[in-house]
């Protein structure tokens, strides 16, 4: 059902006006991200994610730039901690929504598996602050929701297996209860190695660090992607569904997304992201009820391999993530798929 609702939002787009060329000062992104261990031919751990999310242009100011709704400059008054004067850089706002859902290995089982993870939804919202140079981005976001069953994860996941005729997870009584959530997000990018060879070929390579801390998540990481192919957009790489990850939008004026003919792009990456963490509530349980939970691994590391494809306007994406253990007792990693789309109006 997901992936013919992502397949619609793509023909959709796709029909729009392609002919003339964009602004970078005047240009939104829309991003949705779709994830699923179908990909993968498994159905636990973390099994399903959907995200949303939409890049402002260039912005003067995040609270009295006309082009900004009257609510999210609202919002942004409040959240001014988050936006400090950024004088000489791109500037964007990133808003998004999204939920991730968590279930243990063994659906058919009705009582608490105490030896295998939590059952667990996450239903939340964010507000973002780019600073961007064309070789250097730092990421500051805000993320609230709620974890538990006003995430409506039980009733999301239940629904998507009814329509596909998949068996229904039994256990979703012991999920974790309701909890509002909340997580503060630092992440820094830099871009180097930028090679442009004969007839568009090229590489280039984005390390990242940084860390979040919240009552959802507290932890530090680091990272790198490696990217090459032919048209390598100017943005920073594709990631999977995480805070401080909307990294598609175009940081240069050079993009070819950015032209108004038939641009085209095809590039391979591969990525590598490792995690020190100090809290998971998908693991560790609720903060301040008495809920599930299993003691956690307190590092654990992605590596992802995938393709992007550039046409005009739109940026579509796939990787397939490889996770190292995340709890004790975990009979081995786990794997999923990430698909993404990205469309520059």
């Known amino acids: 059902m997901k992936i013919g609702f992502f397949c619609l939002v793509l023909l959709s787009m796709s029909v729009g006006a392609w002919g003339e060329d964009l602004d970078l000062k005047d240009s939104?992104?829309?991003?949705?991200?779709?994830?699923?261990?179908?990909?993968?031919?498994?159905?636990?751990?973390?099994?399903?994610?959907?995200?949303?999310?939409?890049?402002?242009?260039?912005?003067?100011?995040?609270?009295?730039?006309?082009?900004?709704?009257?609510?999210?400059?609202?919002?942004?008054?409040?959240?001014?901690?988050?936006?400090?004067?950024?004088?000489?850089?791109?500037?964007?706002?990133?808003i998004s929504i999204g939920q991730s859902m968590y279930t243990p290995e063994d659906l058919?089982?009705?009582?608490?598996?105490k030896d295998d993870r939590p059952y667990a939804g996450w239903l939340y919202m964010g507000f973002g602050f780019h600073s961007k140079t064309e070789d250097q981005l730092d990421s500051v976001e805000m993320h609230?929701?709620?974890?538990?069953?006003?995430?409506f994860a039980h009733e999301a996941q239940n629904f998507v297996h009814e329509l596909r005729g998949f068996e229904k997870f039994q256990g979703w009584d012991n999920q974790l209860r309701n909890e509002p959530g909340i997580a503060a997000v630092y992440e820094h990018k830099d871009k180097f190695?930028?090679?442009?060879?004969?007839?568009?070929?090229?590489?280039?390579?984005?390390?990242?660090?940084?860390?979040?801390?919240?009552n959802v998540a507290t932890y530090l990481n680091l990272g790198i992607e490696t990217r090459m192919g032919w048209n390598i957009p100017g943005d920073f790489g594709t990631s999977a569904i995480r805070p401080g990850g909307d990294n598609s939008?175009?940081?240069?004026?050079?993009?070819?997304?950015?032209?108004?003919?038939?641009?085209?792009?095809?590039?391979?990456?591969?990525?590598?992201?490792?995690r020190a963490a100090a809290r998971d509530i998908f693991l560790d349980g609720n903060t301040y009820?008495?809920?599930h939970r299993i003691g956690k691994e307190p590092l654990?590391?992605?590596?992802?391999?995938?393709?992007?494809?550039?046409?005009?306007?739109?940026?579509?994406?796939?990787?397939?993530?490889?996770?190292?253990?995340?709890?004790?007792?975990?009979k081995e990693g786990h794997s999923y798929g990430s698909l993404s789309f990205s469309y520059i109006y």
């Open 249 to 274: 939008a175009p940081g240069s004026r050079w993009d070819p997304r950015l032209s108004g003919k038939s641009a085209w792009g095809l590039h391979a990456f591969v990525s590598v992201d490792g």
């Open 28 to 94: 939104w992104t829309f991003n949705l991200y779709f994830e699923n261990d179908l990909f993968a031919e498994s159905d636990q751990d973390y099994t399903n994610g959907i995200k949303l999310s939409w890049v402002s242009p260039d912005l003067q100011s995040y609270i009295a730039d006309p082009r900004l709704p009257d609510w999210v400059r609202r919002v942004n008054k409040r959240l001014t901690f988050f936006h400090k004067s950024a004088e000489g850089l791109q500037r964007n706002l990133v």
């Open 289 to 291: 009820k008495d809920s």
């Open 108 to 113: 058919h089982r009705s009582d608490l598996i």
């Open 300 to 330: 654990v590391a992605d590596a992802s391999a995938g393709v992007s494809l550039i046409y005009k306007r739109i940026k579509l994406s796939y990787a397939q993530i490889f996770r190292t253990k995340e709890f004790r007792g975990q």
């Open 193 to 214: 190695l930028l090679k442009n060879y004969r007839r568009g070929f090229g590489t280039d390579a984005i390390t990242h660090f940084g860390g979040s801390l919240g």
């Open 144 to 151: 609230i929701g709620v974890v538990g069953p006003a995430s």
